[in-house]
């Protein structure tokens, strides 16, 4: 499976996740967390900052997102979650 970088239309695609959520990481410039006021990569680790440090509602408020902005974000967040291997994108980071 090709995964693509969907960030401000990149388009990139990689052959791994891992290596789309590194891409991210290190080739887009980081956000500031509307919630919390956290300074995080774009993308996948952005998302899941968002889910998993905060409620839904809180997630909502500050993004203005809809519901069903939300529900994308939670399958994105499910699909490459079960797909990642978080130890290798976690050592491919720390180089």
């Not at 969907?6 to 990139?12: K, N, T």
């Not at 300074?39 to 905060?54: M, Q, S, W």
Request: proline residues 1%; hydrophobic residues 35%; charged residues 35%.
């Amino acid at each position: 499976m090709a995964w693509q970088c969907g960030i401000d239309g990149c388009g990139r695609v990689f052959d791994d996740v891992e290596s789309a959520v590194v891409h991210q990481a290190t080739e887009h410039e980081r956000r500031e967390c509307k919630v919390c006021g956290t300074v995080v990569p774009d993308g996948y680790l952005a998302i899941r900052h968002a889910f998993t440090e905060h409620s839904r509602a809180e997630y909502v408020r500050a993004y203005g997102a809809s519901s069903e902005a939300v529900r994308k974000r939670e399958d994105l967040l499910d699909e490459i979650t079960e797909a990642a291997d978080m130890e290798t994108i976690a050592k491919e980071l720390k180089r």
